[in-house]
Structure formats: C-alpha cells, structure tokens
C-alpha cells in the first residue's frame, strides 16, 4: 500500500504481477523522485470563478457546504475571507476529515452531520470538497436553490454510485478554487460595490447574534449535572480545559462528534482530524501515526484520541498499546463510554421510528456493551509493564464524575508529557437505549 499524493489523495493499493516482481534485474534500478511528482493543483474555468461569486454575491442566504477542504491547511483561510467579503455566509462543516474552519468565527454553522436546516433555507450553495452534503429525505435544498459543486472529484470516480444534482460542477483544488474566488471579488468593482449596500451590514450583525447565542447555550451546556454525572458535552470542555492549548485531537467518536467539536472549538487547520472513511477502529492506530508524524516534522505535539467505546473495540486496542509502548509513542485516549453502540440506534430510528427496535432496550438489540469490559486493563496489558523507557505501566483511569474526570484528566495529561501513554474511560449517564440521562 502507497499513499497518493496526487488528486484524490490517500492510501492506495498498488498491484504488479508476481512474474514480473520475481524477474531479476540486469543493473541497479533507480527512480529520480523528482521526474515522479505529484499532479499539480487544478483550478476553476473563469467563467465558472464569475458565476459562483456572482450568485454568493446576489443571495439572501448563501451557504457554503464542505467536508474535507481543510485538508489543504491553507484552505481555511480562505473560507474565512470569502465569509467575511460577503456578509451573511455561512460555513456548514459535515467533518469529512480535517477540521475546515474555524469553530469560533460568527459564520461558522458548526461540524454538524447532514441533517442540519440551514441547508433547506439555503438559495445559493456552493458544495467545497463533500461528499454528503445533505440527506434528500431530510433536509433537501429549496427546489429554487442554485447548487454548485467543486471537488477533486465530483464523480467520485473510484465509488459506484455517487451523484449530487448540481447546476455546475467542476473538478478542482478547494484551496486554489477559493483563492481564486476571492482574488475574483476583490478585484470587481462592480460587485464591490453592490456590498456596500446596507443589507449586508445587517447580516453581518445578524450572525454576530446567532453566534452570541450559540456560544452561551453552548457554556450552559458545558456544566456538569448536579449530581456530578457526566454527559458529553461536559467531557468535551473538560478535556479541552485539561490538555494543552496546540493539542491535536484525533477523533472516533460516533455519535458524541458533533457535541465534542463544540466543545472542543478548534479554530486551527488540522488541530481536529477525523477519520475519513466508514470502517471504524481507525484512531487507534492514527494517534499514533498523528504523534510520529508531528515528531518526524521537528515540533512534537500532544495527541488526545477521542474513541468511542464501540471503535475502540475495533482499534485491535492490544496491538496499539503494545506499539505505542514499545517503540515510545505517548499519547492520550479518552475512551467514551456510553454503554455500547449508540449510532446503530439512531440510524435505526431513522429508518424505522416505529419499528420493533424502537420499542426494545439496546441490549435486546445486541448493541449494548454493558457489563463494559475493562477499557484501561486492555490497553494496560498489551502496553505492558513498562511504557517505553519509563519503567512504570500505562497511565489508566475511570471517571464517573466532574470531579472524578478533572483529577484523571490532570494526572493523564502529566503522564503523558512525561512520556508515558495514558487512558480514561469516561463514563457517560445514559439509559437502556443509550440516550443521555442528563437533561439541561
Ligand atoms: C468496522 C465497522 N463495523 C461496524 C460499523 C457500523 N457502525 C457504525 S457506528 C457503530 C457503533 C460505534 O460505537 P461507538 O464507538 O461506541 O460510538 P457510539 O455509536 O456509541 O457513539 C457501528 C457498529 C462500522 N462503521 N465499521
Ligand atoms: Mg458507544
């Protein structure tokens, strides 16, 4: 397997013949790295730059959709300039990957998955690098919307089936793309000048107010329940209180993501990195690539792997603590229990809200982990009882409150910086069908 670094980016599997491998070569092969580089970013036609800046422009309510943009840490900046140019956009993330704007700019709709309204009162969207934007059954765009789609790859060539309906849509760089709507804007006097007018500054305030609201619903939220019993929300500011402020977060976390991200509030291109694809048990092994990674570019970082229980069942959690502690890779693991898999749950109330699952406990559902297994004593065995050169064994924990929850955090994040990986289980209040038993 390779990793491509052309257009789509990502592993690869590479193939040859086993005659062809097994044949000997007369004299040393060599490949000259530089005549074998990547495809250079691609951008938009002209015409389609003054189309998509001309609608932004004109709409009451323009709406960017995007999954992973940020991926290119540049692009972000970018979105922030077009939102701030034209006065009333908004950023919708479905958290593809990479974090792709910052979670505490006004015009930030925040990472929600594709069911989030603001795309159904949309009359201009323009898709950035997404695959599911919304979800036709639930919250479609209004018929008059004028949808446009740029993406490295619109067709998604390599799935079988997989198409947006769009009134444009054109294969290129999110970053070079954006770069060029900006240069577009900033350069035309004519729709300059239409900012000017008066409705734009009302917009502006506007989302100054959605976003104080937000922002104070969001504290309330962040509070522990009265009896000190923890919900995600909670756990989420706790952890962000706890860690350093350059943290990257590595997150696997089903269906606690949305909460967490708006706790977390990353606002730095790729502080938030998200598992891309469908197979869960992947931030196991990525925190730990994350960290060597970060080491090998000369400014180590403090990883914090957000897991739900479920995923982290399917990290195969004994082969990477035992990696982490053989070849010395600390990192910190927040492990999310809530008693099993909720996100099977919801998606069969989705689709069947008033089938027989509705009516049943997760554990007649075969969804439950209850009795949980031992989070910490999994990962405390296969690390060993020696982490890397410390001489002590993997710092592991169990937080059923606040209380509980800031003492571990505080130990953990010590641990860590001192070199020894660590793991708290956070143990959220939840009931028989996995919903939260914290009411604020
Ligand atoms: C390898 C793999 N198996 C099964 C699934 C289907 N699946 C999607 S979410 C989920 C549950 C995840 O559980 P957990 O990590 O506890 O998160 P929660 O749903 O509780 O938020 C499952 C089984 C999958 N995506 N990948
Ligand atoms: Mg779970």
Known sequence: ???????????????????????????????????????????????????????????????????????????????????????????????????????????????????????????????????????????????????????????????????????????????TAMAQLNRHLSSTPKLQNTLKDEIYKHRWENLQKIYSAKV?????????????????????????????????FVVEAATCAMSLSDQIQANVPAIWINSGGAGLGWSGGAALGVKLAHNASGAPKFICQVVGDGCFLFSEPSSVYWIASRYNIPVLTIVLNNKGWNAPRRSHDLVHPKGLGATVINKEMHISLDPSPDYGGIAKAAAGSTFGATGEGLFTGKARTA??????????????KSGKGALIEAVLAVDEKGDSLIQK
């Open 1 to 175: 397997m390779k990793i491509a670094s052309s257009d789509p980016k990502g592993p690869a599997y590479i193939t040859g013949a086993r005659e062809v491998l097994a044949e000997k070569t007369e004299q040393p092969y060599r490949i000259n790295a530089n005549m074998h580089k990547a495809i250079g970013p691609a951008a938009l036609p002209q015409d389609a730059v003054e189309t998509i800046v001309e609608s932004l422009v004109k709409a009451q309510t323009p709406l960017i959709i995007t999954g992973y943009s940020g991926r290119i840490h540049a692009c972000p900046e970018q979105l922030v300039k077009l939102a701030e140019a034209i006065p009333g956009l908004r950023i919708l993330d479905t958290g593809g990957c990479h974090i792709c704007f910052p979670a505490d700019h006004p015009s930030y709709v925040g990472f929600r998955l594709s069911f989030e309204e603001v795309t159904t009162k949309a009359d201009v969207i323009l898709v950035l690098d997404c695959d599911v934007p919304w979800i036709p059954s639930r919250n479609p765009p209004r018929e008059d919307a004028k949808i446009y789609f740029v993406d490295v790859d619109p067709l998604n060539a390599s799935i079988g089936f997989s198409f947006l309906p769009a009134n444009g849509r054109w294969k290129a760089d999110g970053y």
């Open 403 to 416: 209380d509980e929850l800031k003492l571990l955090l505080e130990q953990a994040v010590a641990s860590v």
């Open 216 to 248: 104070e619903s969001l504290s309330k939220l962040s509070t522990p329940a009265t009896n000190g019993s923890l919900d995600i929300h909670h756990v989420g500011f706790a952890i962000k209180t706890a860690v350093p402020k350059d943290t990257i």
